[in-house]
């Protein structure tokens, strides 16, 4: 099984399954001399950390990252400081229970990936999906945490804007009230609805999807190439990427096509400094693959996952007709803990941009 790897100059390759004794990433092209800690990577993987609240898996895993290589120790207590050579990251799994998917050994669960894998591969890892599991996701988390350190000045956020059809009002957006909740909401009014509606979501075994927005604030002009290494072409690559993705989009997104020329496109003046001043930020950030200079905003869509309580038709590894009940423990918002996955995926393709724009222009 090959493509485990993802980015260019700043290279991520994630290792590891669900049930096995770990998983772990290997940072490749992280620049030499950046300070570190395990306690500021940890900051990120508490973020996704399953079991916190009701309303995700109540799997255990604390999630504690080791760095095995690419550092040395630096001055202050607990410090690494990169050497420039690969950096591996690795987190135990402790809390196993391959049991929970004895029962869908020989049974293909629809919408997950059990019949995709067995007929390129011919055979799939049962228990909890092996590779295709979100249990990954915590490994390009741990990347996205020294990814952010590659860009000087750069804030990347990511908020839940949307569960099920409940939106958040954008008129009371606060990125403190993010921080807050469970649900990484900006919208404390609309945080409150969506625990009433999980609480009856989880409670019926179902689940439901959700839309999370990343903002990536103080991106410097310049990054991204025409015709195929365009910005936005990476980060809806990148956002596809993780599990249970269905769409992307850049700015305005799908919302552009309602608008006119006139309302659509960012009027530019003069600013005090001398510099471009967008009157607007419908393009998100990114003209012709290459960023402005404005925030980078990016959306994606989760579906609900495909893991509940309810019978549903399948077949068996031999083509027999059987009903399938996904035991064990689930997420009844899978988008939830998805925030801090797509703010690392973003911090990463930001990250790599960087560094292919410093060596072509020697800009940076």
Same mark, same amino acid.
């Given at each position: 099984?090959?493509?485990?790897s993802?980015?260019?100059?700043?290279r991520?390759?994630?290792?590891?399954?669900?049930?096995?004794?770990a998983?772990?990433?290997?940072?490749?092209?992280?620049?030499?001399?950046?300070?570190?800690?395990e306690?500021?990577?940890q900051?990120?993987?508490?973020?996704?950390r399953?079991?916190?609240?009701?309303?995700?898996?109540?799997?255990?895993?604390a999630?504690?990252?080791? #760095?095995?290589?690419?550092?040395?120790?630096?001055?202050a207590?607990? *410090?690494? %400081?990169?050497? +420039?050579? /690969?950096?591996? &990251?690795?987190i135990?799994?402790?809390?196993?229970?391959?049991?929970?998917?004895?029962?869908?050994?020989?049974?293909?669960?629809?919408?997950?990936?059990?019949?995709t894998?067995?007929?390129?591969?011919?055979?799939?890892?049962?228990?909890?999906?092996?590779?295709?599991?979100?249990?990954?996701?915590?490994?390009?988390?741990?990347?996205?945490?020294l990814?952010?350190?590659?860009?000087?000045?750069?804030?990347?956020?990511?908020?839940?804007?949307?569960?099920?059809?409940?939106?958040?009002?954008?008129?009371?957006?606060?990125?403190?009230?993010?921080?807050?909740?469970?649900?990484?909401?900006?919208d404390?009014?609309?945080?409150?609805?969506?625990?009433?509606?999980?609480d009856? #979501?989880?409670?019926?075994?179902?689940?439901?999807?959700?839309?999370? *927005?990343? %903002?990536?604030? +103080?991106? /410097?002009?310049g &990054?991204?190439?025409?015709?195929?290494g365009?910005?936005?072409?990476?980060?809806?690559?990148?956002?596809?990427?993780?599990?249970?993705v269905?769409g992307?989009e850049?700015?305005?997104?799908?919302?552009?096509?309602?608008?006119?020329?006139?309302?659509?496109a960012?009027?530019?003046?003069?600013?005090?400094?001398?510099?471009?001043?967008?009157?607007?930020?419908?393009?998100g950030?990114?003209l012709?693959?290459?960023?402005?200079?404005?925030?980078?905003?990016?959306?994606?869509a989760?579906?609900?996952?495909?893991?509940?309580?309810?019978?549903?038709?399948?077949?068996?590894?031999?083509?027999n007709?059987?009903?399938?009940?996904?035991k064990?423990?689930?997420?009844?918002?899978?988008?939830?803990r998805a925030?801090?996955?797509?703010?690392?995926?973003?911090?990463? %393709?930001?990250?790599?941009?960087?560094?292919?724009?410093?060596?072509?222009?020697?800009?940076?």
């Amino acid at each position: 099984m090959s493509h485990n790897s993802f980015g260019h100059l700043f290279r991520v390759t994630t290792w590891g399954e669900s049930h096995g004794p770990a998983i772990g990433a290997v940072v490749d092209g992280m620049p030499p001399n950046i300070p570190f800690t395990e306690a500021e990577i940890q900051t990120y993987l508490d973020k996704r950390r399953p079991g916190q609240s009701r309303y995700t898996t109540q799997r255990q895993e604390a999630d504690r990252v080791r #760095v095995l290589s690419g550092a040395m120790l630096g001055s202050a207590e607990g *410090e690494f %400081v990169s050497t +420039g050579t /690969p950096i591996s &990251l690795m987190i135990e799994n402790i809390d196993q229970r391959s049991k929970d998917y004895s029962d869908i050994a020989q049974r293909y669960r629809p919408g997950h990936a059990d019949i995709t894998y067995d007929m390129k591969y011919g055979i799939r890892d049962y228990r909890g999906g092996g590779r295709s599991s979100a249990r990954e996701t915590a490994c390009r988390v741990a990347a996205g945490a020294l990814a952010r350190k590659v860009v000087p000045g750069v804030v990347v956020r990511g908020a839940l804007v949307q569960i099920g059809d409940i939106e958040i009002d954008r008129a009371r957006w606060d990125w403190e009230e993010a921080d807050r909740n469970p649900f990484f909401c900006p919208d404390a009014e609309t945080a409150g609805r969506w625990a009433e509606f999980l609480d009856a #979501v989880r409670k019926r075994g179902s689940s439901v999807g959700a839309v999370i *927005e990343v %903002v990536a604030e +103080g991106v /410097p002009s310049g &990054l991204g190439a025409p015709l195929y290494g365009k910005l936005d072409q990476d980060i809806a690559g990148a956002l596809m990427s993780i599990n249970a993705v269905k769409g992307v989009e850049i700015g305005n997104g799908f919302a552009a096509a309602t608008l006119s020329g006139e309302d659509n496109a960012d009027e530019i003046r003069r600013g005090p400094d001398g510099k471009p001043h967008f009157l607007s930020n419908n393009a998100g950030g990114i003209l012709g693959g290459i960023s402005t200079g404005q925030p980078v905003v990016a959306r994606f869509a989760v579906k609900p996952t495909s893991s509940i309580l309810t019978p549903r038709k399948s077949i068996d590894a031999e083509g027999n007709e059987v009903e399938v009940m996904t035991k064990g423990r689930h997420d009844p918002c899978v988008g939830i803990r998805a925030v801090p996955i797509g703010e690392a995926m973003v911090a990463c %393709v930001l990250a790599d941009h960087y560094l292919r724009h410093r060596g072509q222009t020697g800009q940076g």
